[in-house]
């Protein structure tokens, strides 16, 4: 059986949170261990619990979630943060994305799509609702007009090249392997190479970096 997803709830306003607890808890497959009512409680109970994933609200007293999500990903950089908000705005997207946040979801998002995305960061990939998805690409497309777009890095492999373009399509590890008949493990060492050799960190930096390079189709 395969392990529970271990989530911390991090949201000011207790109705809120009694809401997500009520609607996340009747999942089998997802196990709440904790809450936190700021971004300050929100990084300590992660240095305690270690949860899998955090879904953090983006404006929270004593230390917002923008804060609390590059802190969490200092203390524990396993863990995911999936932002929860009712702000769609662009510079809190983008915010979030800089401080190490995996996925972005507004509140008016449906329960089946929070569920999605909650499995979707904790099985290491990025989820981007599709409105502000759009937003990210435009965003480069933008820089690309300005001129302001570095070359691709012509030390990745032709093999490198293909897994970073189909992470930033949101295939899995899995698909990946699938798709280019090699192992998950294969996959995973390309995908650590690419990091390294792009000094980047996150899945959601490859993600970034494939849309400025234009190494998928934004049309799609």
């Known amino acids: 059986m ?42 300590e109970k992660v240095r305690m ?6 879904l953090m609200d983006v404006q929270m007293p004593d ?19 999936l932002a929860l908000t009712m702000h769609e705005d662009d510079h809190y997207f983008f915010e979030m994305l800089h ?7 507004p509140k008016r998002a449906a329960p089946d799509e929070l569920v999605n995305a909650l499995h979707t960061v904790y099985e ?9 998805a759009t937003r990210l690409v435009q965003d480069y497309l933008q820089r690309a007009e300005s001129g302001d777009q570095p070359l691709v890095q012509d030390d990745l492999t032709p093999r490198e090249l293909e897994v970073l373009t189909l992470i930033a399509e949101g295939l899995t590890n899995a698909e990946i392997a ?5 192992s998950v493990k294969t996959v995973d060492r390309h995908r650590e190479n690419l990091m390294r050799k792009l000094n980047l960190h ?5 993600v ?8 998928i189709d934004l049309e799609e």
């Open 2 to 43: 395969n392990r529970k997803l271990r989530l911390l709830l991090a949201d000011d306003h207790v109705v809120v949170r009694s809401g997500l607890r009520m609607l996340l808890q009747a999942r089998e497959e997802i196990e709440i261990v904790g809450e936190a009512e700021n971004g300050r409680e929100a990084v």
């Open 99 to 105: 401080a190490g946040a995996s996925g972005y979801v």
């Open 202 to 206: 996150h899945r959601v930096d490859l």
């Open 124 to 132: 290491g990939n990025v989820f981007l609702y599709p409105s502000l």
């Open 208 to 215: 970034k970096y494939a849309l400025k390079m234009g190494l």
């Open 178 to 182: 699938d798709r280019l008949v090699i």
């Open 49 to 54: 619990l270690k949860p899998d994933v955090v």
């Open 63 to 81: 230390m917002n979630g923008i804060e609390a999500t590059r802190r969490i990903k200092e203390v524990s950089p396993q863990t995911a943060v």
